[in-house]
């Protein structure tokens, strides 16, 4: 018979000092991976081969339950690997970057005046759907299902995280936008959850 263990109180360990908060251009790699351990609970089919040169925001694969679930590519360049296990099962893609990035544009869309299922439209035709996810099992959200609410964590409080309140600094105009969208997939509210009153996301309106 398995114990059950209760924990009443996180670990805060108080040590002294914080990190600099400062912002510098980070250098950029040959070679960008897609871990598909990252996306739980989906059965990924792909749209490219191997060598096949794409662009930033198009398309690699597909969730086979769910078709209309893309799965983009962060960077422009070649595929220059799939890497499979057990059952061909597909691990890891390998792009190798252009020095020069290319874009796939599209459309833009009127958050504000757009329907829910417009809205769900773009997010899943530009890969954004699969960052939102589900609890309490950390899957992709269905699209097919309506949330009672949604929940959006302002802050984190793990090891070695960045100072969002100071990362999310100038943007609150992209944060409101999205608030806006998150709004229209559902009926109840959008929860914003924040470290403290200095957070840009605490002047957000729901």
Request: aromatic content about 6%; some cysteine.
């Amino acid at each position: 018979m398995s114990k059950d263990i209760r924990i009443k109180k996180g670990l805060n360990i108080n040590l002294v000092g914080a990190a600099e908060q400062t912002t510098s251009k980070a250098v950029l790699s040959n070679v960008y991976a897609i871990q598909l351990s990252d996306f739980h609970g989906i059965i990924p089919k792909m749209m490219v081969k191997q060598g096949a040169e794409v662009k930033a925001g198009e398309p690699l694969f597909y969730n086979k339950n769910i078709e209309s679930m893309v799965f983009v590519s962060p960077v422009s360049g070649e595929l220059i690997e799939i890497e499979r296990g057990d059952r061909r099962r597909i691990l890891t893609l390998k792009i190798l970057a252009d020095k020069t990035q290319e874009v796939l544009s599209g459309a833009a869309l009127d958050v504000e005046n757009a329907s829910k299922e417009e809205l769900k439209a773009t997010l899943l035709k530009s890969g954004c759907w699969p960052f939102i996810k589900q609890r309490p099992y950390d899957v992709i959200a269905n699209p097919d299902t309506t949330p009672k609410a949604i929940f959006i964590s302002g802050y984190s409080s793990a090891p070695l995280q960045a100072d969002l309140n100071y990362v999310l600094q100038g943007k609150e105009k992209e944060l409101q936008t999205a608030i806006t969208a998150l709004g229209k997939l559902t009926p109840g509210k959008v929860h914003v959850s924040v470290g403290s009153s200095a957070s840009p996301l605490s002047s957000m309106k729901g």
